[in-house]
């Protein structure tokens, strides 16, 4: 669970970046943050991460040891050593993906579990043979088994960002968080990725920032808008026109158009699929 | 006075005037340098006379010079993993990525320092540590690999995209793992190439370090040139160029195909 209380960020010329941001997310929920650029969603999701220190304002987040007990974390006050404890426990989706491109598919799914692993271990052995098999049926599990010795910076964006899914799904941990997974992808794609993070959803809270206003409707079970810094609607997926023309201001025609051209997209991101295959020398093995 | 609508259009006679200025340099210089061109003619038929006694090459010092050629490549050999190895330690410690800003200016510094020094330089001081031999050659060019493998390695690193490392550090890893799994798998081909580069350096370095008493081959050509031996002198440059040509064709050979394998599995 992950509980968000009074969250600020000020910069230091006294700008107000996010204001008093307070919400709590369970298991069961997949909420899907929505705003205008620059409204505070990812900055809200990076402060989570321990990325960014919050002016004020606690981040919460607790986690079912493997022994049964219950251990609360509470993000804004963490020693670099806790933090990597915290962070191997939340299951991050970037935009892009944001793998190793050079390292294959199976590797960056692997890398999932690597802060479980001592240091020692990992410059001298690796990962063990059942480790391997396990990312496998992650990998399997997207869809992806026939790229997994492919390296990830031949694959297409919408591959790359089910490697980073699996990669997430193989770390094992108690939330996900997801940053645009779905921004840089066309409209099928998108769908793909939304269709495959929403089961996530049925154990583990996760936390999406979207910027499709359609897809949130249509695969979260709820959406927090924030606007300015501050959340001014949370509560059911299915926001009405007027309360989205709140949000988006100036942008919602932007917003409003994407679903029109899902159609004509559909086809592109096929070919763009095909293309990437055909490319010299990244014949599949 | 040259102006029209306060456009100035003195700005279009600029190249004239530095062109000028870098002349007026150059005279200044070879007026320093005590450059004589007639020297050049008047000495024509010494040089012609001495490359006659550089004929015909000595070829008794034939099996000398191959085994002192092999000596001069397994210095280069021992030397650049070694440099290769140190290079790896200041380019990670050089990257401000991943360093912390106070171990980045030290590594800064002294890689700047050691680009600076010449490897003779490094050799001159090694051999008052270690002695004259091949140890203190072999240090020299282990050291002198730092400020070009170093650098290059540096800079690479902090070319990685900033997102990659910080998706890879969400996982909950250390500083160790991090650049074991995001940082050298970005970067490792690349500073293989140029390893394989520094090794071809390197063998021509040892022949230069070797004259001053680092051994191998450029001893045994210093030697014979003190001795006014010009004919081994001959023999013992052939196998240098036998030796140098060798290890550029060697070096672009495994360059070519790390490059390929990167290229194809990028």
């Given at each position: 669970m992950i509980r968000i209380d009074g969250l600020c960020k000020k910069l230091p010329d006294g700008r107000s970046l996010l204001n008093n941001i307070s919400f709590s997310v369970k298991a069961g929920e997949f909420v899907g943050i929505l705003g205008g650029s620059g409204a505070g969603k990812s900055l809200t999701l990076r402060c989570v991460m321990g990325l960014v220190q919050p002016t004020a304002g606690d981040i919460i987040f607790s986690r079912t040891k493997a022994s049964g007990e219950e251990e609360t974390f509470c993000i804004q006050n963490l020693s670099e050593r806790r933090l990597r404890e915290a962070r191997r426990d939340m299951g991050v989706i970037f935009q892009g993906g944001n793998l190793v491109k050079r390292l294959t598919a199976l590797e960056n799914v692997m890398m999932g579990r690597l802060g479980h692993i001592s240091p020692v271990r990992s410059w001298l052995y690796g990962f063990t043979d059942q480790e391997a098999k396990e990312a496998y049926e992650v990998l399997k599990s997207m869809k992806m088994e026939d790229y997994?010795?492919?390296?990830?910076?031949?694959?297409?964006g919408g591959e790359q960002q089910r490697v980073a899914i699996a990669r997430a799904i193989f770390q094992k941990p108690a939330l996900y968080l997801a940053d645009e997974p779905v921004s840089s992808l066309d409209p099928k794609n998108a769908r793909k990725v939304m269709k495959l993070l929403k089961p996530l959803s049925k154990d583990k809270p996760v936390i999406g920032v979207f910027h499709q206003p359609h897809l949130t409707a249509e695969f979260c079970t709820r959406v927090i808008a924030i606007k300015g810094g501050e959340i001014v609607y949370d509560g059911a997926p299915d926001l009405d026109a007027a309360t989205l023309a709140m949000v988006y201001e100036g942008e919602l025609e932007e917003v409003a158009r994407e679903p029109a051209s899902v159609a004509a997209d559909a086809s592109s991101g096929f070919a763009a699929e095909e293309v990437a295959s055909l490319r010299p020398g990244t014949i599949t093995p | 006075m040259s102006g029209i609508d306060g456009y100035d259009f003195r700005r279009y006679r600029r190249p004239a005037a530095y062109l000028t200025s870098l002349a007026a340099l150059i005279a200044l210089a070879a007026w320093q340098a005590e450059v004589d061109l007639g020297m050049f003619f008047r000495n024509a038929d010494k040089g012609v006379a001495q490359l006659g006694a550089?004929?015909?090459?000595?070829?008794?010092?034939i099996g000398i010079m191959v085994k002192e050629s092999l000596i001069t490549v397994a210095m280069a050999l021992l030397a650049t993993p070694l440099g290769g190895a140190i290079s790896l330690v200041f380019g990670i410690a050089a990257a401000k990525n991943i360093s912390p800003p106070f171990i980045r200016s030290i590594a800064r510094g002294l890689i700047s320092i050691e680009r600076a020094l010449p490897e003779i330089v490094v050799l001159l001081f090694l051999i008052v540590v270690f002695g004259i031999g091949y140890f203190a050659g072999i240090m020299a060019l282990a050291i002198g690999c730092v400020g070009m493998l170093g650098r290059l390695l540096g800079d690479a690193i902090e070319e990685i995209d900033k997102k990659t490392l910080e998706s890879v550090e969400l996982v909950g890893v250390t500083r160790s793992q991090l650049v074991r799994y995001a940082v050298l798998p970005e970067v490792l081909p690349a500073f293989i190439s140029n390893l394989i580069f520094r090794f071809e350096v390197n063998i021509r370095a040892s022949v230069v370090l070797g004259a001053v008493g680092a051994g191998g081959v450029g001893y045994e050509l210093g030697k014979a040139m003190d001795l006014s031996d010009y004919q081994q002198a001959t023999t013992a440059i052939l196998a240098i160029v036998v030796l140098v040509l060798l290890s550029e064709r060697l070096s672009d050979f495994l360059r070519k195909k790390v490059n390929a394998k990167s290229a194809a599995l990028a």
């Open positions: 997994a010795s492919r390296r990830v910076g031949n694959l297409s | 550089h004929f015909p090459p000595d070829s008794s010092v």
